[in-house]
């Protein structure tokens, strides 16, 4: 906004500038188009600082915002290989549940009638431990899915800020 209407401003300074000198040359009036020329003063300050904003203001502009985007997709990235670890650990508890459900249950069939009554009540235990288990690898599953998704979008606002300059163009590939 600021520089829109430093332009604004910069533009309108140099046509009245321009339209003041103009008539005073036609005219002849050499000491009037040299006091104009005082008046060329700001614009010729606000097409300096233009050229600045748009020629070396904008570089850390650019790198400024090309580091947020960079950070954005490292925490991405990074939340998404933390979830990635949390699924694997789900799945390692679930499977080690499911094992010593197995292993339970085996033992309590194998002992048939004579079975204690802490078989029972460890088979339930266990399967109880297996169910929230289960839920939290669904959790897990469900944050991972969200994460890389979150990275995917990460990295297109990226490319789409600062589009690799070596890739072919859309208007190229048609």
């Not at 085996?106 to 078989?119: E, I, K, Q, V, Y």
Request: with cysteine; aromatic share 4%.
């Amino acid at each position: 906004m600021l520089i829109a209407l430093l332009l604004c401003a910069s533009l309108g300074l140099t046509v009245l500038y321009a339209a003041a000198l103009t008539s005073d040359v036609i005219v002849h009036h050499w000491t009037d188009a040299l006091e104009a020329s005082q008046d060329a003063v700001p614009a010729v300050i606000g097409w300096a600082a233009l050229i600045y904003v748009f020629f070396k203001g904008g570089t850390p502009a650019a790198e400024q915002m090309l580091s947020v985007d960079n950070v954005a997709v490292q925490r991405a990235e990074k939340q998404a290989e933390e979830d990635r670890g949390a699924v694997e650990h789900a799945e390692k508890s679930v499977r080690r549940l499911t094992e010593r459900l197995a292993s339970a249950v085996a033992r309590r069939d194998a002992a048939g009638a004579d079975a204690r009554p802490g078989l029972d009540q460890e088979v339930t235990e266990i399967e109880s431990h297996l169910e929230e288990a289960r839920r939290s690898l669904e959790s897990s599953r469900d944050a991972a899915a969200k994460s890389q998704a979150s990275q995917a979008e990460a990295e297109a606002k990226m490319a789409h800020d600062f589009p690799d300059p070596r890739a072919p163009q859309e208007s190229e590939a048609g």
